[in-house]
């Protein structure tokens, strides 16, 4: 495995306390995962980490990175979607909740009634990219409007001539992301303009490799997913410019920091548990992912953090240290 020498060595964890949380003020629920150990530089143990589909990639690439290091670590990242992940985690399966987006109120809670308390951190951006098939040659850009017109809740559009006029008689055929996905919220958000309005019609799933099959295979496809998964499968996919009013921009690691890829630019998070943190080979996982967040996103193929979201993160960390020796 080829390691960016920038990369810091995980070492033994600074004590991540288990005292900060975002939601609830009880006292923290079952620990997910074996009991660690630490022997002076050695960690052990195993790290449970579910959640968004579009974060797996990142949290991925963190864990193989971070157990280069420490051999005696397993961590583990499925892939329930960021609210099927956010069950698991306020039910205290898992020590880390990768998400898409942020934690909703009904998550709040039902951690909280649950004594699950977390941190949230954001390690990286994403553009989600819509894709059509190679074969599309007719499509370059969407506006807004028209992405509506396509996957608003209802919609009878199956016809790319049904879109632009200009477009031939082609049928359109539509894969995205299921109702348990970040994804899914972020985009129907941004899109149609209310969280979870979506038209039914369409082939959903949580794994994005079956999104990117389904478009890939069909002159007519159209599909949705976070950038990383068309710069995996750019040589299947095409992705689309989009106009969010100032014209049409292409998804990319500039356009997704300064904001002008709107408005399907986002950022990503991770939530640790604070009893997990606890625990030595999590608290040092977590602290080797936020320390290391740049060089994680550029292997997983993700947007960087700017400049202002760096700058609170690394406050994000510090205020985790600091609480912990007060």
Known sequence: MNISPSL???KAPLALTAAVMLAASACGGADAGGS???????LAGNIKVDGSSTVAPLSTAAAQLFQAENSGVKVTVGTSGTG???????????????????IKDEEKALCDKEGIKYEEFTVANDGLSVVVSKDNDFAD????????????????????????????DQKLELFGAGTDSGTFDYFTDAINGEEG????DY???EDDNVTVQGVSGSKGGMGYFGLSYYEENKDKLKVLKVDGGDGCVEPSTQTVQDGSYKPLSRPLFIYPKATSLDKPEVEAFVE????????IAEKAQFVPLNSEQETGLKKALEDLKAQHKS
């Open 197 to 200: 309005a979506s038209r039914t």
């Open 203 to 205: 082939s959903p799933s």
């Open 36 to 42: 660690g150990s630490s022997d002076g530089d050695k």
């Open 8 to 10: 810091r060595r995980a």
């Open 84 to 102: 099927g992940g956010f069950e698991k985690f306020c039910a205290g399966e898992t020590d880390i909740s990768n998400a898409s987006r942020a």
């Open 288 to 295: 080797f992912y936020v320390e290391n967040h740049a060089d």
């Open 141 to 168: 850009c969407l506006t807004v409007e028209q992405l509506k017109k396509i996957w608003e809740p209802g919609s009878k559009v199956n016809n790319w001539n049904q879109v632009d006029s200009k477009f031939p």
